[in-house]
């Protein structure tokens, strides 16, 4: 009989990018601990992020324990403005883990982004391949913004935004824009994204002279923010998640 095929072995990944998608830590902050020597494979401490390793095959120790992969945790938060989304800032301004730090919960890196003004629904997750695939750009994931502006749209403003603008190279645009209400001077608007580029919804804004009040994300995906009170988070039941995966 011919031998039968060999299963090629499985992919090696850095080491860094292991311990990220063990649910240890960031890559960013793995990449550091394995630079300052914190790290060890097999007995030996190895400083070069980018390593081949194996979680299954090799002894993987951080700071002399050894490391095992996390349980899955994922989590709302409705982030208050003025808040930045960071695990520390050099101007020492409060970040979404200041309103974690007594919860008890693994590391959690941030699914996405939210600029210190802006506020509403982020998510947060120790399980680095959900979150990455949940933030890729040909997902097209819908996110949804509820946008007070300082004027009062008109219908071929509405338009132009759907068309979109060229802001610093990049084209910028809207998938819908509604008008929710609208007083004597300002507005807010409903606008969905299935892009997130940096300050998208401002710089989209800013091309037209219209300045930003007030943006907070409503919805990501089939998410919606619902009733969680400002600085308050909550977990995600498993067909939250599944739901937001399969999106």
Avoid: F
């Avoid at 992020?49 to 996390?70: H, K």
């Avoid at 974690?100 to 680095?128: C, F, I, Q």
């Avoid at 338009?159 to 824009?177: F, M, N, P, R, Y």
């Amino acid at each position: 009989m011919p031998p039968r095929p060999q299963r090629p072995p499985a992919p090696r990944h850095g080491l860094a990018r292991v311990l990220s998608k063990l649910g240890v830590c960031s890559r960013s902050q793995a990449e550091q601990a394995v630079r300052e020597g914190r790290v060890s494979v097999d007995g030996r401490v190895v400083r070069d992020p980018e390593r081949p390793s194996d979680a299954q095959r090799q002894r993987i120790c951080l700071d002399g324990r050894p490391v095992a992969e996390a349980k899955r945790v994922y989590i709302a938060l409705n982030k208050p403005r003025g808040i930045v989304v960071t695990a520390a800032d050099e101007r020492g301004r409060d970040t979404v883990y200041d309103l974690l730090k007594d919860a008890g919960l693994p590391w959690m890196g941030p699914v996405g982004r939210l600029d210190r003004a802006s506020e509403g629904l982020l998510l947060l997750s120790n399980d680095s391949v959900w979150a990455a695939g949940l933030t890729e750009p040909e997902r097209h994931v819908d996110k949804t913004y509820h946008v007070q502006i300082d004027t009062l749209p008109t219908s071929e403003l509405l338009q132009q935004l759907i068309a979109g603008t060229i802001s610093d190279g990049e084209h910028l645009a809207a998938k819908q824009v509604t008008v929710l209400r609208q007083g004597e001077k300002n507005a807010w608007l409903e606008i969905v994204l299935d892009e997130g580029r940096n300050r998208h919804i401002r710089r989209l804004l800013e091309a037209h002279r219209i300045q930003v009040l007030r943006l907070v994300r409503v919805a990501i995906g089939s998410l919606s923010l619902g009733e969680l009170a400002k600085g308050q988070w909550r977990y995600l039941d498993i067909s939250e998640v599944a739901a937001l995966s399969s999106t």
